[in-house]
């Protein structure tokens, strides 16, 4: 399955901006089930300076200094990303097969033990996402029983936010409380993952958050439209001895190879797709364009032999 992803973010300002510090995050992360094949960025205004760094989530950060005055900020990343639906089907399968029940997940967690260490940072309460709801603690123990297998009770439950919460486009933004979303049982995808991350969290369980995209497609008949696309998040729980198993409440399924991971981290604020701090007065406006279209062998043997004929060209 190869994707080709465009992926536009922009500010428009309402005052002149005469210097800005930004942080950029659209190039999609290589797992042991994706690689990324190609991907370009562009910025316009052009930057004074620009750095490239991991972050200690794994995820690609890039720095953009502006000096000069602008009234907007546009930043396109362009990807093409290769994903292996036999090797993610093989990690469900040992996921389901190697689970373990709540109850022994917290034992295991309530001691030291090195394969746990990455993990356990997921544990805590992070900028967006706190745990000290009791009734979100109610909720997801209706699901985990100490007894009870780990992925069996985490897809229950992801099944249950689908079917209890209502998609509304609009009701929430990113600075929406976990709270709120569950007190009015409405949101989007990034408010549902959210709300699971919380639950889980609060019962001890290591959740993170994933970002990325999910290809939509066109009623029957229908062309899609170029921009048609959005950004989508999903959450992942940790399950002692097998590794991370990714759910989508908002679809009800397991991730396989319609999900391509941009990154993850504790919450939203960790793989915010643009974020910075200007100088200038007044308001903003933010607009956010995404395409997400299959590809195929062909389209990137000729992207490899475009590239090798550049790089040959280069070194004459």
């Not at 907007?72 to 399968?93: D, N, Q, R, W, Y």
């Not at 309460?125 to 985990?144: A, D, G, R």
């Not at 279209?293 to 990137?300: A, E, H, M, P, V």
């Amino acid at each position: 399955m190869i994707y080709n992803i465009y992926h536009k973010t922009q500010f428009n300002y309402q005052s002149n901006v005469t210097f800005s510090h930004n942080i950029a995050r659209l190039k999609p992360k290589n797992t042991p089930y994706q690689i990324l094949r190609d991907f370009s960025m562009e910025i316009q205004p052009a930057v004074y300076e620009s750095h490239e760094f991991v972050d200690i989530f794994g995820n690609t950060n890039n720095h953009l200094l502006i000096r000069e005055p602008h009234q907007f900020l546009a930043v396109t990343g362009k990807s093409i990303v290769e994903i292996f639906p036999h090797l993610i089907e093989e990690h469900i399968h040992n996921l389901k097969s190697q689970s373990i029940t709540y109850g022994k997940a917290l034992e295991r967690l309530s001691k030291f033990n090195v394969n746990d260490l990455d993990a356990k940072q997921f544990l805590f309460e992070s900028e967006l996402i706190p745990t000290h709801s009791l009734s979100i603690k109610q909720y997801v123990l209706e699901s985990f029983h100490k007894d009870r297998d780990l992925f069996e009770a985490t897809y229950e439950f992801m099944g249950r936010i689908f079917n209890d919460f209502e998609f509304l486009s609009g009701f929430s933004d990113i600075t929406t409380p976990v709270e709120n979303i569950f007190e009015a049982k409405k949101g989007v995808c990034q408010d549902f993952a959210q709300f699971a991350i919380s639950a889980l969290r609060s019962i001890g369980l290591p959740a993170k958050y994933m970002s990325g995209y999910i290809e939509t497609l066109p009623a029957k008949g229908e062309k899609k439209l170029f921009g048609a696309d959005a950004s989508h998040a999903w959450f992942a729980v940790y399950i002692p001895n097998s590794g991370w198993a990714e759910f989508d409440p908002t679809n009800n399924i397991i991730p396989k190879e319609q999900h391509i991971l941009l990154g993850s981290g504790r919450d939203y604020n960790d793989i915010s797709p643009l974020k910075g701090v200007v100088f200038s007065s007044g308001n903003s406006q933010l607009s956010v364009m995404v395409d997400v279209r299959k590809s195929d062998k062909q389209d990137l043997a000729e992207l490899k032999s475009n590239k090798e004929i550049q790089t040959q060209s280069q070194q004459q």
